[in-house]
């Protein structure tokens, strides 16, 4: 999983960056909720630890900002020093999962981010399968197959095929898909994923026939569209319109 992180002392934040890296998850560490905001508008990741002290903008609207790039879907965990219960309180009334205080045992940081991410992500936690359409992934062996025919994939283009379908709908930003597959961050412009991505559709045969369509989004990354509820969400609107 891809976590961001708000922390404006440098020892914490180094020290939750630890924690989480050495769980195999990717960490974005800031000390600077404006900066951070402005770098998720253009990213994406599967969880949030912050702290609102020190910042430039309001936690309120840190918060809020990143609820709407984000979505409701993402876990947000505060970490931090103050543990006025007026602190925690107001955390969760403005949206926040869970409240931790610093210091922290690094074991039971790891049970509070893994038990929300579950949450947030039951099929990635609790299923060992994942099945779309004509397309099944076998999570344990690294193996796909569709229609039932097996598809030869290399590491990296597993690793890939697995995170679009299990992320169905949802818009991946290209560093966001470097930091899962690639297991760094992305720092300069490479063609890398595009490759891999047009590689990967002909390999699966990602298309109309098959009920799938791996689209690029403009300045931001990829989306694996589900055809059957694209056009679900059209008949829907389309009535819904007809009715008024």
Same mark, same amino acid.
């Given at each position: *999983?891809?976590?961001?992180?708000?922390?404006?002392?440098?020892?914490?934040?180094?020290?939750?960056?630890?924690?989480?890296?050495?769980?195999? !998850?990717?960490?974005?560490?800031?000390?600077?909720?404006?900066?951070?905001?402005?770098?998720?508008?253009?990213?994406?990741?599967?969880?949030?630890?912050?702290?609102?002290?020190?910042? /430039?903008?309001?936690?309120?609207?840190?918060?809020?900002?990143? /609820?709407?790039? =984000?979505?409701?879907?993402?876990?947000?965990? +505060?970490?931090?020093?103050?543990?006025?219960?007026?602190?925690?309180?107001?955390? +969760?009334?403005?949206?926040?999962?869970?409240?931790?205080?610093?210091?922290?045992?690094?074991?039971?940081?790891?049970?509070?981010? =893994?038990?929300?991410?579950?949450?947030?992500?039951?099929?990635?936690?609790?299923?060992?399968?994942?099945?779309?359409?004509?397309? !099944?992934?076998? *999570?344990?062996?690294?193996?796909?197959?569709?229609?039932?025919?097996?598809?030869?994939?290399?590491?990296?283009?597993?690793?890939? @095929? @697995?995170? +679009?379908?299990? =992320?169905?709908?949802?818009?991946?930003?290209?560093? !966001?898909?470097?930091?899962?597959?690639?297991?760094?961050?992305?720092?300069?412009?490479?063609?890398?994923?595009?490759?891999?991505?047009?590689?990967?559709?002909?390999?699966?045969?990602?298309?109309?026939?098959?009920? +799938?369509?791996?689209?690029?989004?403009?300045?931001?990354?990829?989306?694996?569209?589900?055809?059957?509820?694209? =056009?679900?969400?059209? @008949?829907?609107?389309?009535?819904?319109?007809?009715?008024?």
């Amino acid at each position: *999983m891809r976590i961001a992180i708000l922390q404006r002392d440098a020892d914490h934040r180094q020290q939750l960056e630890r924690v989480l890296t050495q769980c195999g !998850h990717a960490c974005v560490p800031s000390s600077d909720a404006l900066l951070l905001a402005r770098t998720l508008a253009a990213s994406t990741v599967d969880m949030l630890l912050l702290d609102w002290q020190g910042s /430039r903008i309001a936690g309120t609207e840190l918060l809020r900002t990143l /609820r709407a790039v =984000n979505g409701s879907q993402i876990p947000v965990l +505060f970490v931090s020093e103050d543990a006025s219960d007026e602190s925690v309180v107001r955390a +969760f009334s403005i949206g926040a999962d869970d409240y931790v205080c610093l210091p922290v045992c690094p074991s039971v940081l790891r049970a509070r981010v =893994n038990a929300l991410l579950r949450r947030a992500f039951p099929d990635r936690y609790e299923n060992l399968t994942i099945d779309a359409g004509p397309y !099944h992934f076998d *999570m344990r062996h690294q193996a796909v197959s569709v229609h039932g025919k097996p598809v030869l994939l290399s590491t990296t283009q597993y690793r890939l @095929a @697995a995170l +679009f379908f299990s =992320n169905i709908g949802r818009v991946l930003s290209r560093d !966001h898909i470097y930091a899962m597959v690639w297991g760094r961050e992305l720092h300069t412009l490479t063609r890398t994923i595009d490759s891999h991505v047009s590689r990967l559709r002909l390999l699966l045969e990602i298309d109309t026939p098959n009920g +799938f369509r791996l689209q690029p989004v403009y300045k931001s990354g990829y989306r694996l569209l589900c055809l059957q509820d694209e =056009n679900e969400a059209l @008949a829907a609107e389309g009535a819904e319109l007809e009715s008024v």
